[in-house]
Antibody, heavy 117, light 111 residues
Framework: EVQLVESGGGLVKPGGSLRLSCAASGFTFSAYTMAWVRQAPGKGLEWVSSISSSSNYIYYADSLKGRFTISRDNAENSLYLQLNSLRADDTAVYYC??????????WGQGTLVTVSS | NFMLIQPHSVSESPGKTVTISCTRYSGNIASNPVQWFQQRPGSGPITVIYEGIQRPSGVPDRFSGSIDVSSSSASLTISGLKTEDAADYYCHSYDRNNYWVFGGGTRLTVL
């Protein structure tokens, strides 16, 4: 069974940093493109970033303007998202997703990041 | 880039059929496949349709997807509505640069 478990969320002050993790199990992690998607409270889904299986291809939403960095460790079956220079509008649940063929996504349950002073 | 526009909400009675639209502004809806995700309150999303018309294993065949090139829109149809189908539904696609785009979401009420 595919399992994606996000962690690392919490309360952080504006301007602060946070590192999110996604622990993957139940499949060959190194074979799949992975992604992060976020959802602000009461709002819709917003794509954050994607990373190919070998980290050769990395994409970010333009709105992030270089503040976020996606990475992965295939030996540890883990996906990461480094969040820097956090702002109040970065407050959201951050979901990890496995990208199957045809964008049939498998999703985690999310981790909440709250940016507030 | 392009936008995907969905109605904010739809409602229908149990046992009936409902269709949720997703209209692409800028570009051809058939340029890249459309996916549909269901999100129940308090839960993460799940895929109910991918590649426009495909259903993941475990998704009931009451869920179906279609594309209308003439109106540049995709649709999700749910037949034989059940109360458990009440959720937010999001369409999704991507562009030639592998940037993802989500529709704003449609809240389905089954009453």
């Amino acid at each position: 069974e595919v399992q994606l478990v996000e962690s690392g969320g919490g309360l952080v002050k504006p301007g602060g940093s946070l590192r999110l993790s996604c622990a993957a199990s139940g499949f060959t992690f190194s074979a799949y493109t992975m992604a992060w998607v976020r959802q602000a409270p009461g709002k819709g889904l917003e794509w954050v970033s994607s990373i190919s299986s070998s980290s050769n291809y990395i994409y970010y939403a333009d709105s992030l303007k270089g503040r976020f960095t996606i990475s992965r460790d295939n030996a540890e079956n883990s996906l990461y998202l480094q969040l820097n220079s956090l702002r109040a509008d970065d407050t959201a649940v951050y979901y990890c997703a496995r990208v199957n063929s045809g964008y049939n996504l498998d999703w985690g349950q999310g981790t909440l990041v709250t940016v507030s002073s | 880039n392009f936008m995907l526009i969905q109605p904010h909400s739809v409602s229908e009675s149990p046992g009936k059929t409902v269709t949720i639209s997703c209209t692409r502004y800028s570009g051809n809806i058939a340029s890249n496949p459309v996916q549909w995700f269901q999100q129940r309150p308090g839960s993460g999303p799940i895929t109910v349709i991918y590649e426009g018309i495909q259903r993941p294993s475990g998704v009931p065949d009451r869920f179906s997807g279609s594309i209308d090139v003439s109106s540049s829109s995709a649709s999700l149809t749910i037949s034989g509505l059940k109360t458990e189908d009440a959720a937010d539904y999001y369409c999704h696609s991507y562009d030639r640069n592998n940037y993802w785009v989500f529709g704003g979401g449609t809240r389905l009420t089954v009453l």
